[in-house]
């Protein structure tokens, strides 16, 4: 009879755990889908939902994010291979390095900070960072003069500069850093835009995988292990609504969709500054319940 119990609820468990891991992938397709419409891959909005929805704690939504946002690059970039040739991308190694060598050091330092900082505090960074995303999704996406804002040696160390602010950034949200990348490319280098798409995805890979590995380095890592099968579906949905949203590039004006996803993103940091005040004070550990916290995925 204990048997029977057992093995039913394992059942149960399974079900709910296939379900919740159909809601990510549908979940990471819509995020997707809506970053892929402004070139983007929807990073940005996927951190406020891993919060809110799917209550992970502040330190281990960063984490997830950018674990999902790790596989989205990896799987866009040889596909920008037919926007903008590698051998067009390798023409313009001066500039990502010139970025690598801020974004780099930044990305190492962030994901520190982040680590160190009380779960209130945090949330707050992730608020007031959303909502320097909405303003450049406002302000920030015009398509530049063709012209450098600076050269010589003023473009290499505002492009240092710049790389360890989009660094810090990068590793503080979990996201691949396009959102700052791009339009450094294109105002500081002088890039067009579809060459500034494919040089900030060379620059967010190695620049995400130092982010990752200082993150790697905390007992907060593990909660990749205990949600690998929602980590999987969501990272599955994003690609793919990325992939979708990429073509339908172009159909819904940006005049409309910028304002709207900037809109969307105001909201994410109000609530997630509001939610700082019910995060409880005092040590990360032991954690206070929550999706992070549940016991591994029997079907992960």
């Keep these: ?177 396009g959102e700052l990348l791009i339009p450094t490319l294109i105002l500081l280098f002088g890039c067009d835009v579809k060459l500034a798409g494919s040089l900030s995805l060379a620059v967010s890979l190695p620049t995400m995988l130092v982010g990752f590995a200082r993150y790697s380095q905390d007992k907060s890592f593990a909660v990749l292990a205990r949600n690998r099968g929602f980590l999987i579906a969501m990272g599955l949905g994003s690609v793919a609504g990325a992939f979708a949203g990429s073509l339908l590039l172009g159909i819904v004006r940006a005049e409309v969709l910028l304002p709207l996803l900037a809109l969307l993103l105001a909201g994410s940091a109000v609530k997630i500054w509001l939610h700082a005040r019910r995060a409880a004070p005092g040590p990360r550990f032991p954690p206070p319940p929550s999706r992070s916290t549940l016991p591994t995925d029997p079907t992960g």
């Design 1 to 177: 009879m204990r048997t029977v119990a057992l093995h039913s609820a394992m059942v149960a468990r399974s079900m709910k755990a296939a379900s919740l891991n159909s809601f990510a992938f549908s979940t990471g397709g819509i995020i997707g889908t809506l970053g892929g419409l402004i070139g983007l891959g929807g990073a940005e909005f996927r951190l406020p939902v891993l919060i809110g929805l799917f209550h992970f704690r502040a330190l281990d939504a960063i984490i997830v994010n950018k674990a999902v946002s790790l596989i989205v690059v990896a799987v866009a970039l040889p596909f920008r291979a037919s926007v903008v040739p590698f051998a067009q991308i390798s023409d313009h190694w001066g500039v990502i390095a010139n970025l690598l060598a801020g974004s780099l050091l930044g990305a190492w330092f962030g994901a520190g900070v982040a680590l160190r900082l009380a779960s209130p505090a945090l949330y707050r960074v992730i608020a007031l960072l959303l909502a320097l995303i909405a303003v450049v999704l406002l302000f920030g996406h015009g398509g530049g003069t063709g012209q450098p804002l600076f050269e010589g040696v003023l473009q290499q160390v505002a492009g240092v500069a710049a790389g360890f602010a989009i660094g810090i950034f990068a590793s503080v949200l979990g996201v691949a850093g």
